[in-house]
């Protein structure tokens, strides 16, 4: 019996290899035949099914990228690319608040194994912009709701000082209930983002923003990349430096991540 279950996971490992190969040729029907025959023969691999997920997304079939991706991270629930895919699935579904999630999800599990891959950085790319597109249109909700609401306000204060001996009163009131509209308004108008919530390297807001001895945030990516490219040192204080001594920084990365619920603009990425 194990030399069967043995010779069956060799088989469907060779299947896995042969469907890489075609894929890379953009034989995605080969591909995809190969994964199947991947799958049938051991159906508990969950890189079996996102790479067939893969060839689904290229094929535009979302359908199928999801109900692969869904076997992939039940699988596995630390499955990246599996969470990734989904979320994608999803906002193509126009299921925003589940999309979201999983890339979030997709986020926080290649952090932990892979914190400066591409695929982090392309997780994030197409988390900043569902999380922009979310804001975008909720803001446009909010300002249809905010100014029916002024106009209603404004017919009912004319009409209850109609006559004339109260017109500076209502005028004052108008400018009032302007003001009160102007202020609710604030959080949807883009302006900048405070300098402590932003990389000193990068300019851009944290993403995941970690503390050093000397107490300098950065963003745990760049300055990874800095110390195995351009060596183990502080970039501003010049001080000696290792990724052991890297530590997140959970009060900067709750700030950033209360800035951006009430700020959703801050999402845009140039």
């Known amino acids: 019996m194990a030399k069967g279950v043995s010779s069956a996971a060799v088989q469907a490992e060779q299947l896995k290899q042969d469907g890489n190969l075609y894929f890379k040729k953009n034989r995605l029907g080969a591909a995809i035949d190969a994964y199947t025959e991947a799958i049938t023969l051991c159906p508990d691999v969950p890189v079996y099914w996102t790479n067939r997920a893969l060839c689904h997304r290229k094929r535009n079939d979302w359908a199928r990228v999801e109900e692969d991706c869904l076997k992939a991270v039940q699988l596995d629930h630390k499955?990246?690319?599996?969470?990734?895919?989904?979320?994608?699935?999803?906002l193509q579904r126009e299921k925003y608040t589940e999309g979201?999630?999983?890339l979030e999800r997709a986020l926080d599990h290649g952090r932990g194994a892979h914190p400066n891959s591409y695929m982090v950085e392309e997780i994030w790319q197409e988390l900043a912009k569902a999380k922009y597109q979310e804001w975008e249109r909720d803001s446009t909700k909010r300002s249809w709701e905010l100014q029916n609401l002024k106009e209603s306000c404004e017919i009912a204060l004319r009409e209850k000082h109609g006559h004339e001996d109260a017109a500076d009163s209502t005028s004052q009131q108008l400018a009032d209930l302007k003001l009160v509209f102007a202020k609710a308004a604030e959080a949807d108008i883009p302006t900048e983002v405070p300098d402590y919530l932003c990389c000193k390297i990068t300019l851009d807001i944290f993403r995941d923003p970690v503390i050093t001895p000397s107490g300098l945030t950065y963003e745990r990516a760049v300055i990874?990349?800095?110390l195995e490219k351009v060596g183990k040192f502080d970039p501003i204080t010049r001080e000696t430096l290792f990724p052991s001594q890297l530590v997140q920084n959970l009060a900067i990365k709750e700030a950033v991540g209360a800035f951006l619920e009430k700020h959703g603009w801050a999402y845009k990425m140039d």
């Open 79 to 90: 499955s990246v690319k599996g969470h990734y895919m989904l979320g994608l699935a999803l």
């Open 100 to 102: 979201i999630k999983s």
């Open 224 to 226: 990874l990349d800095h």
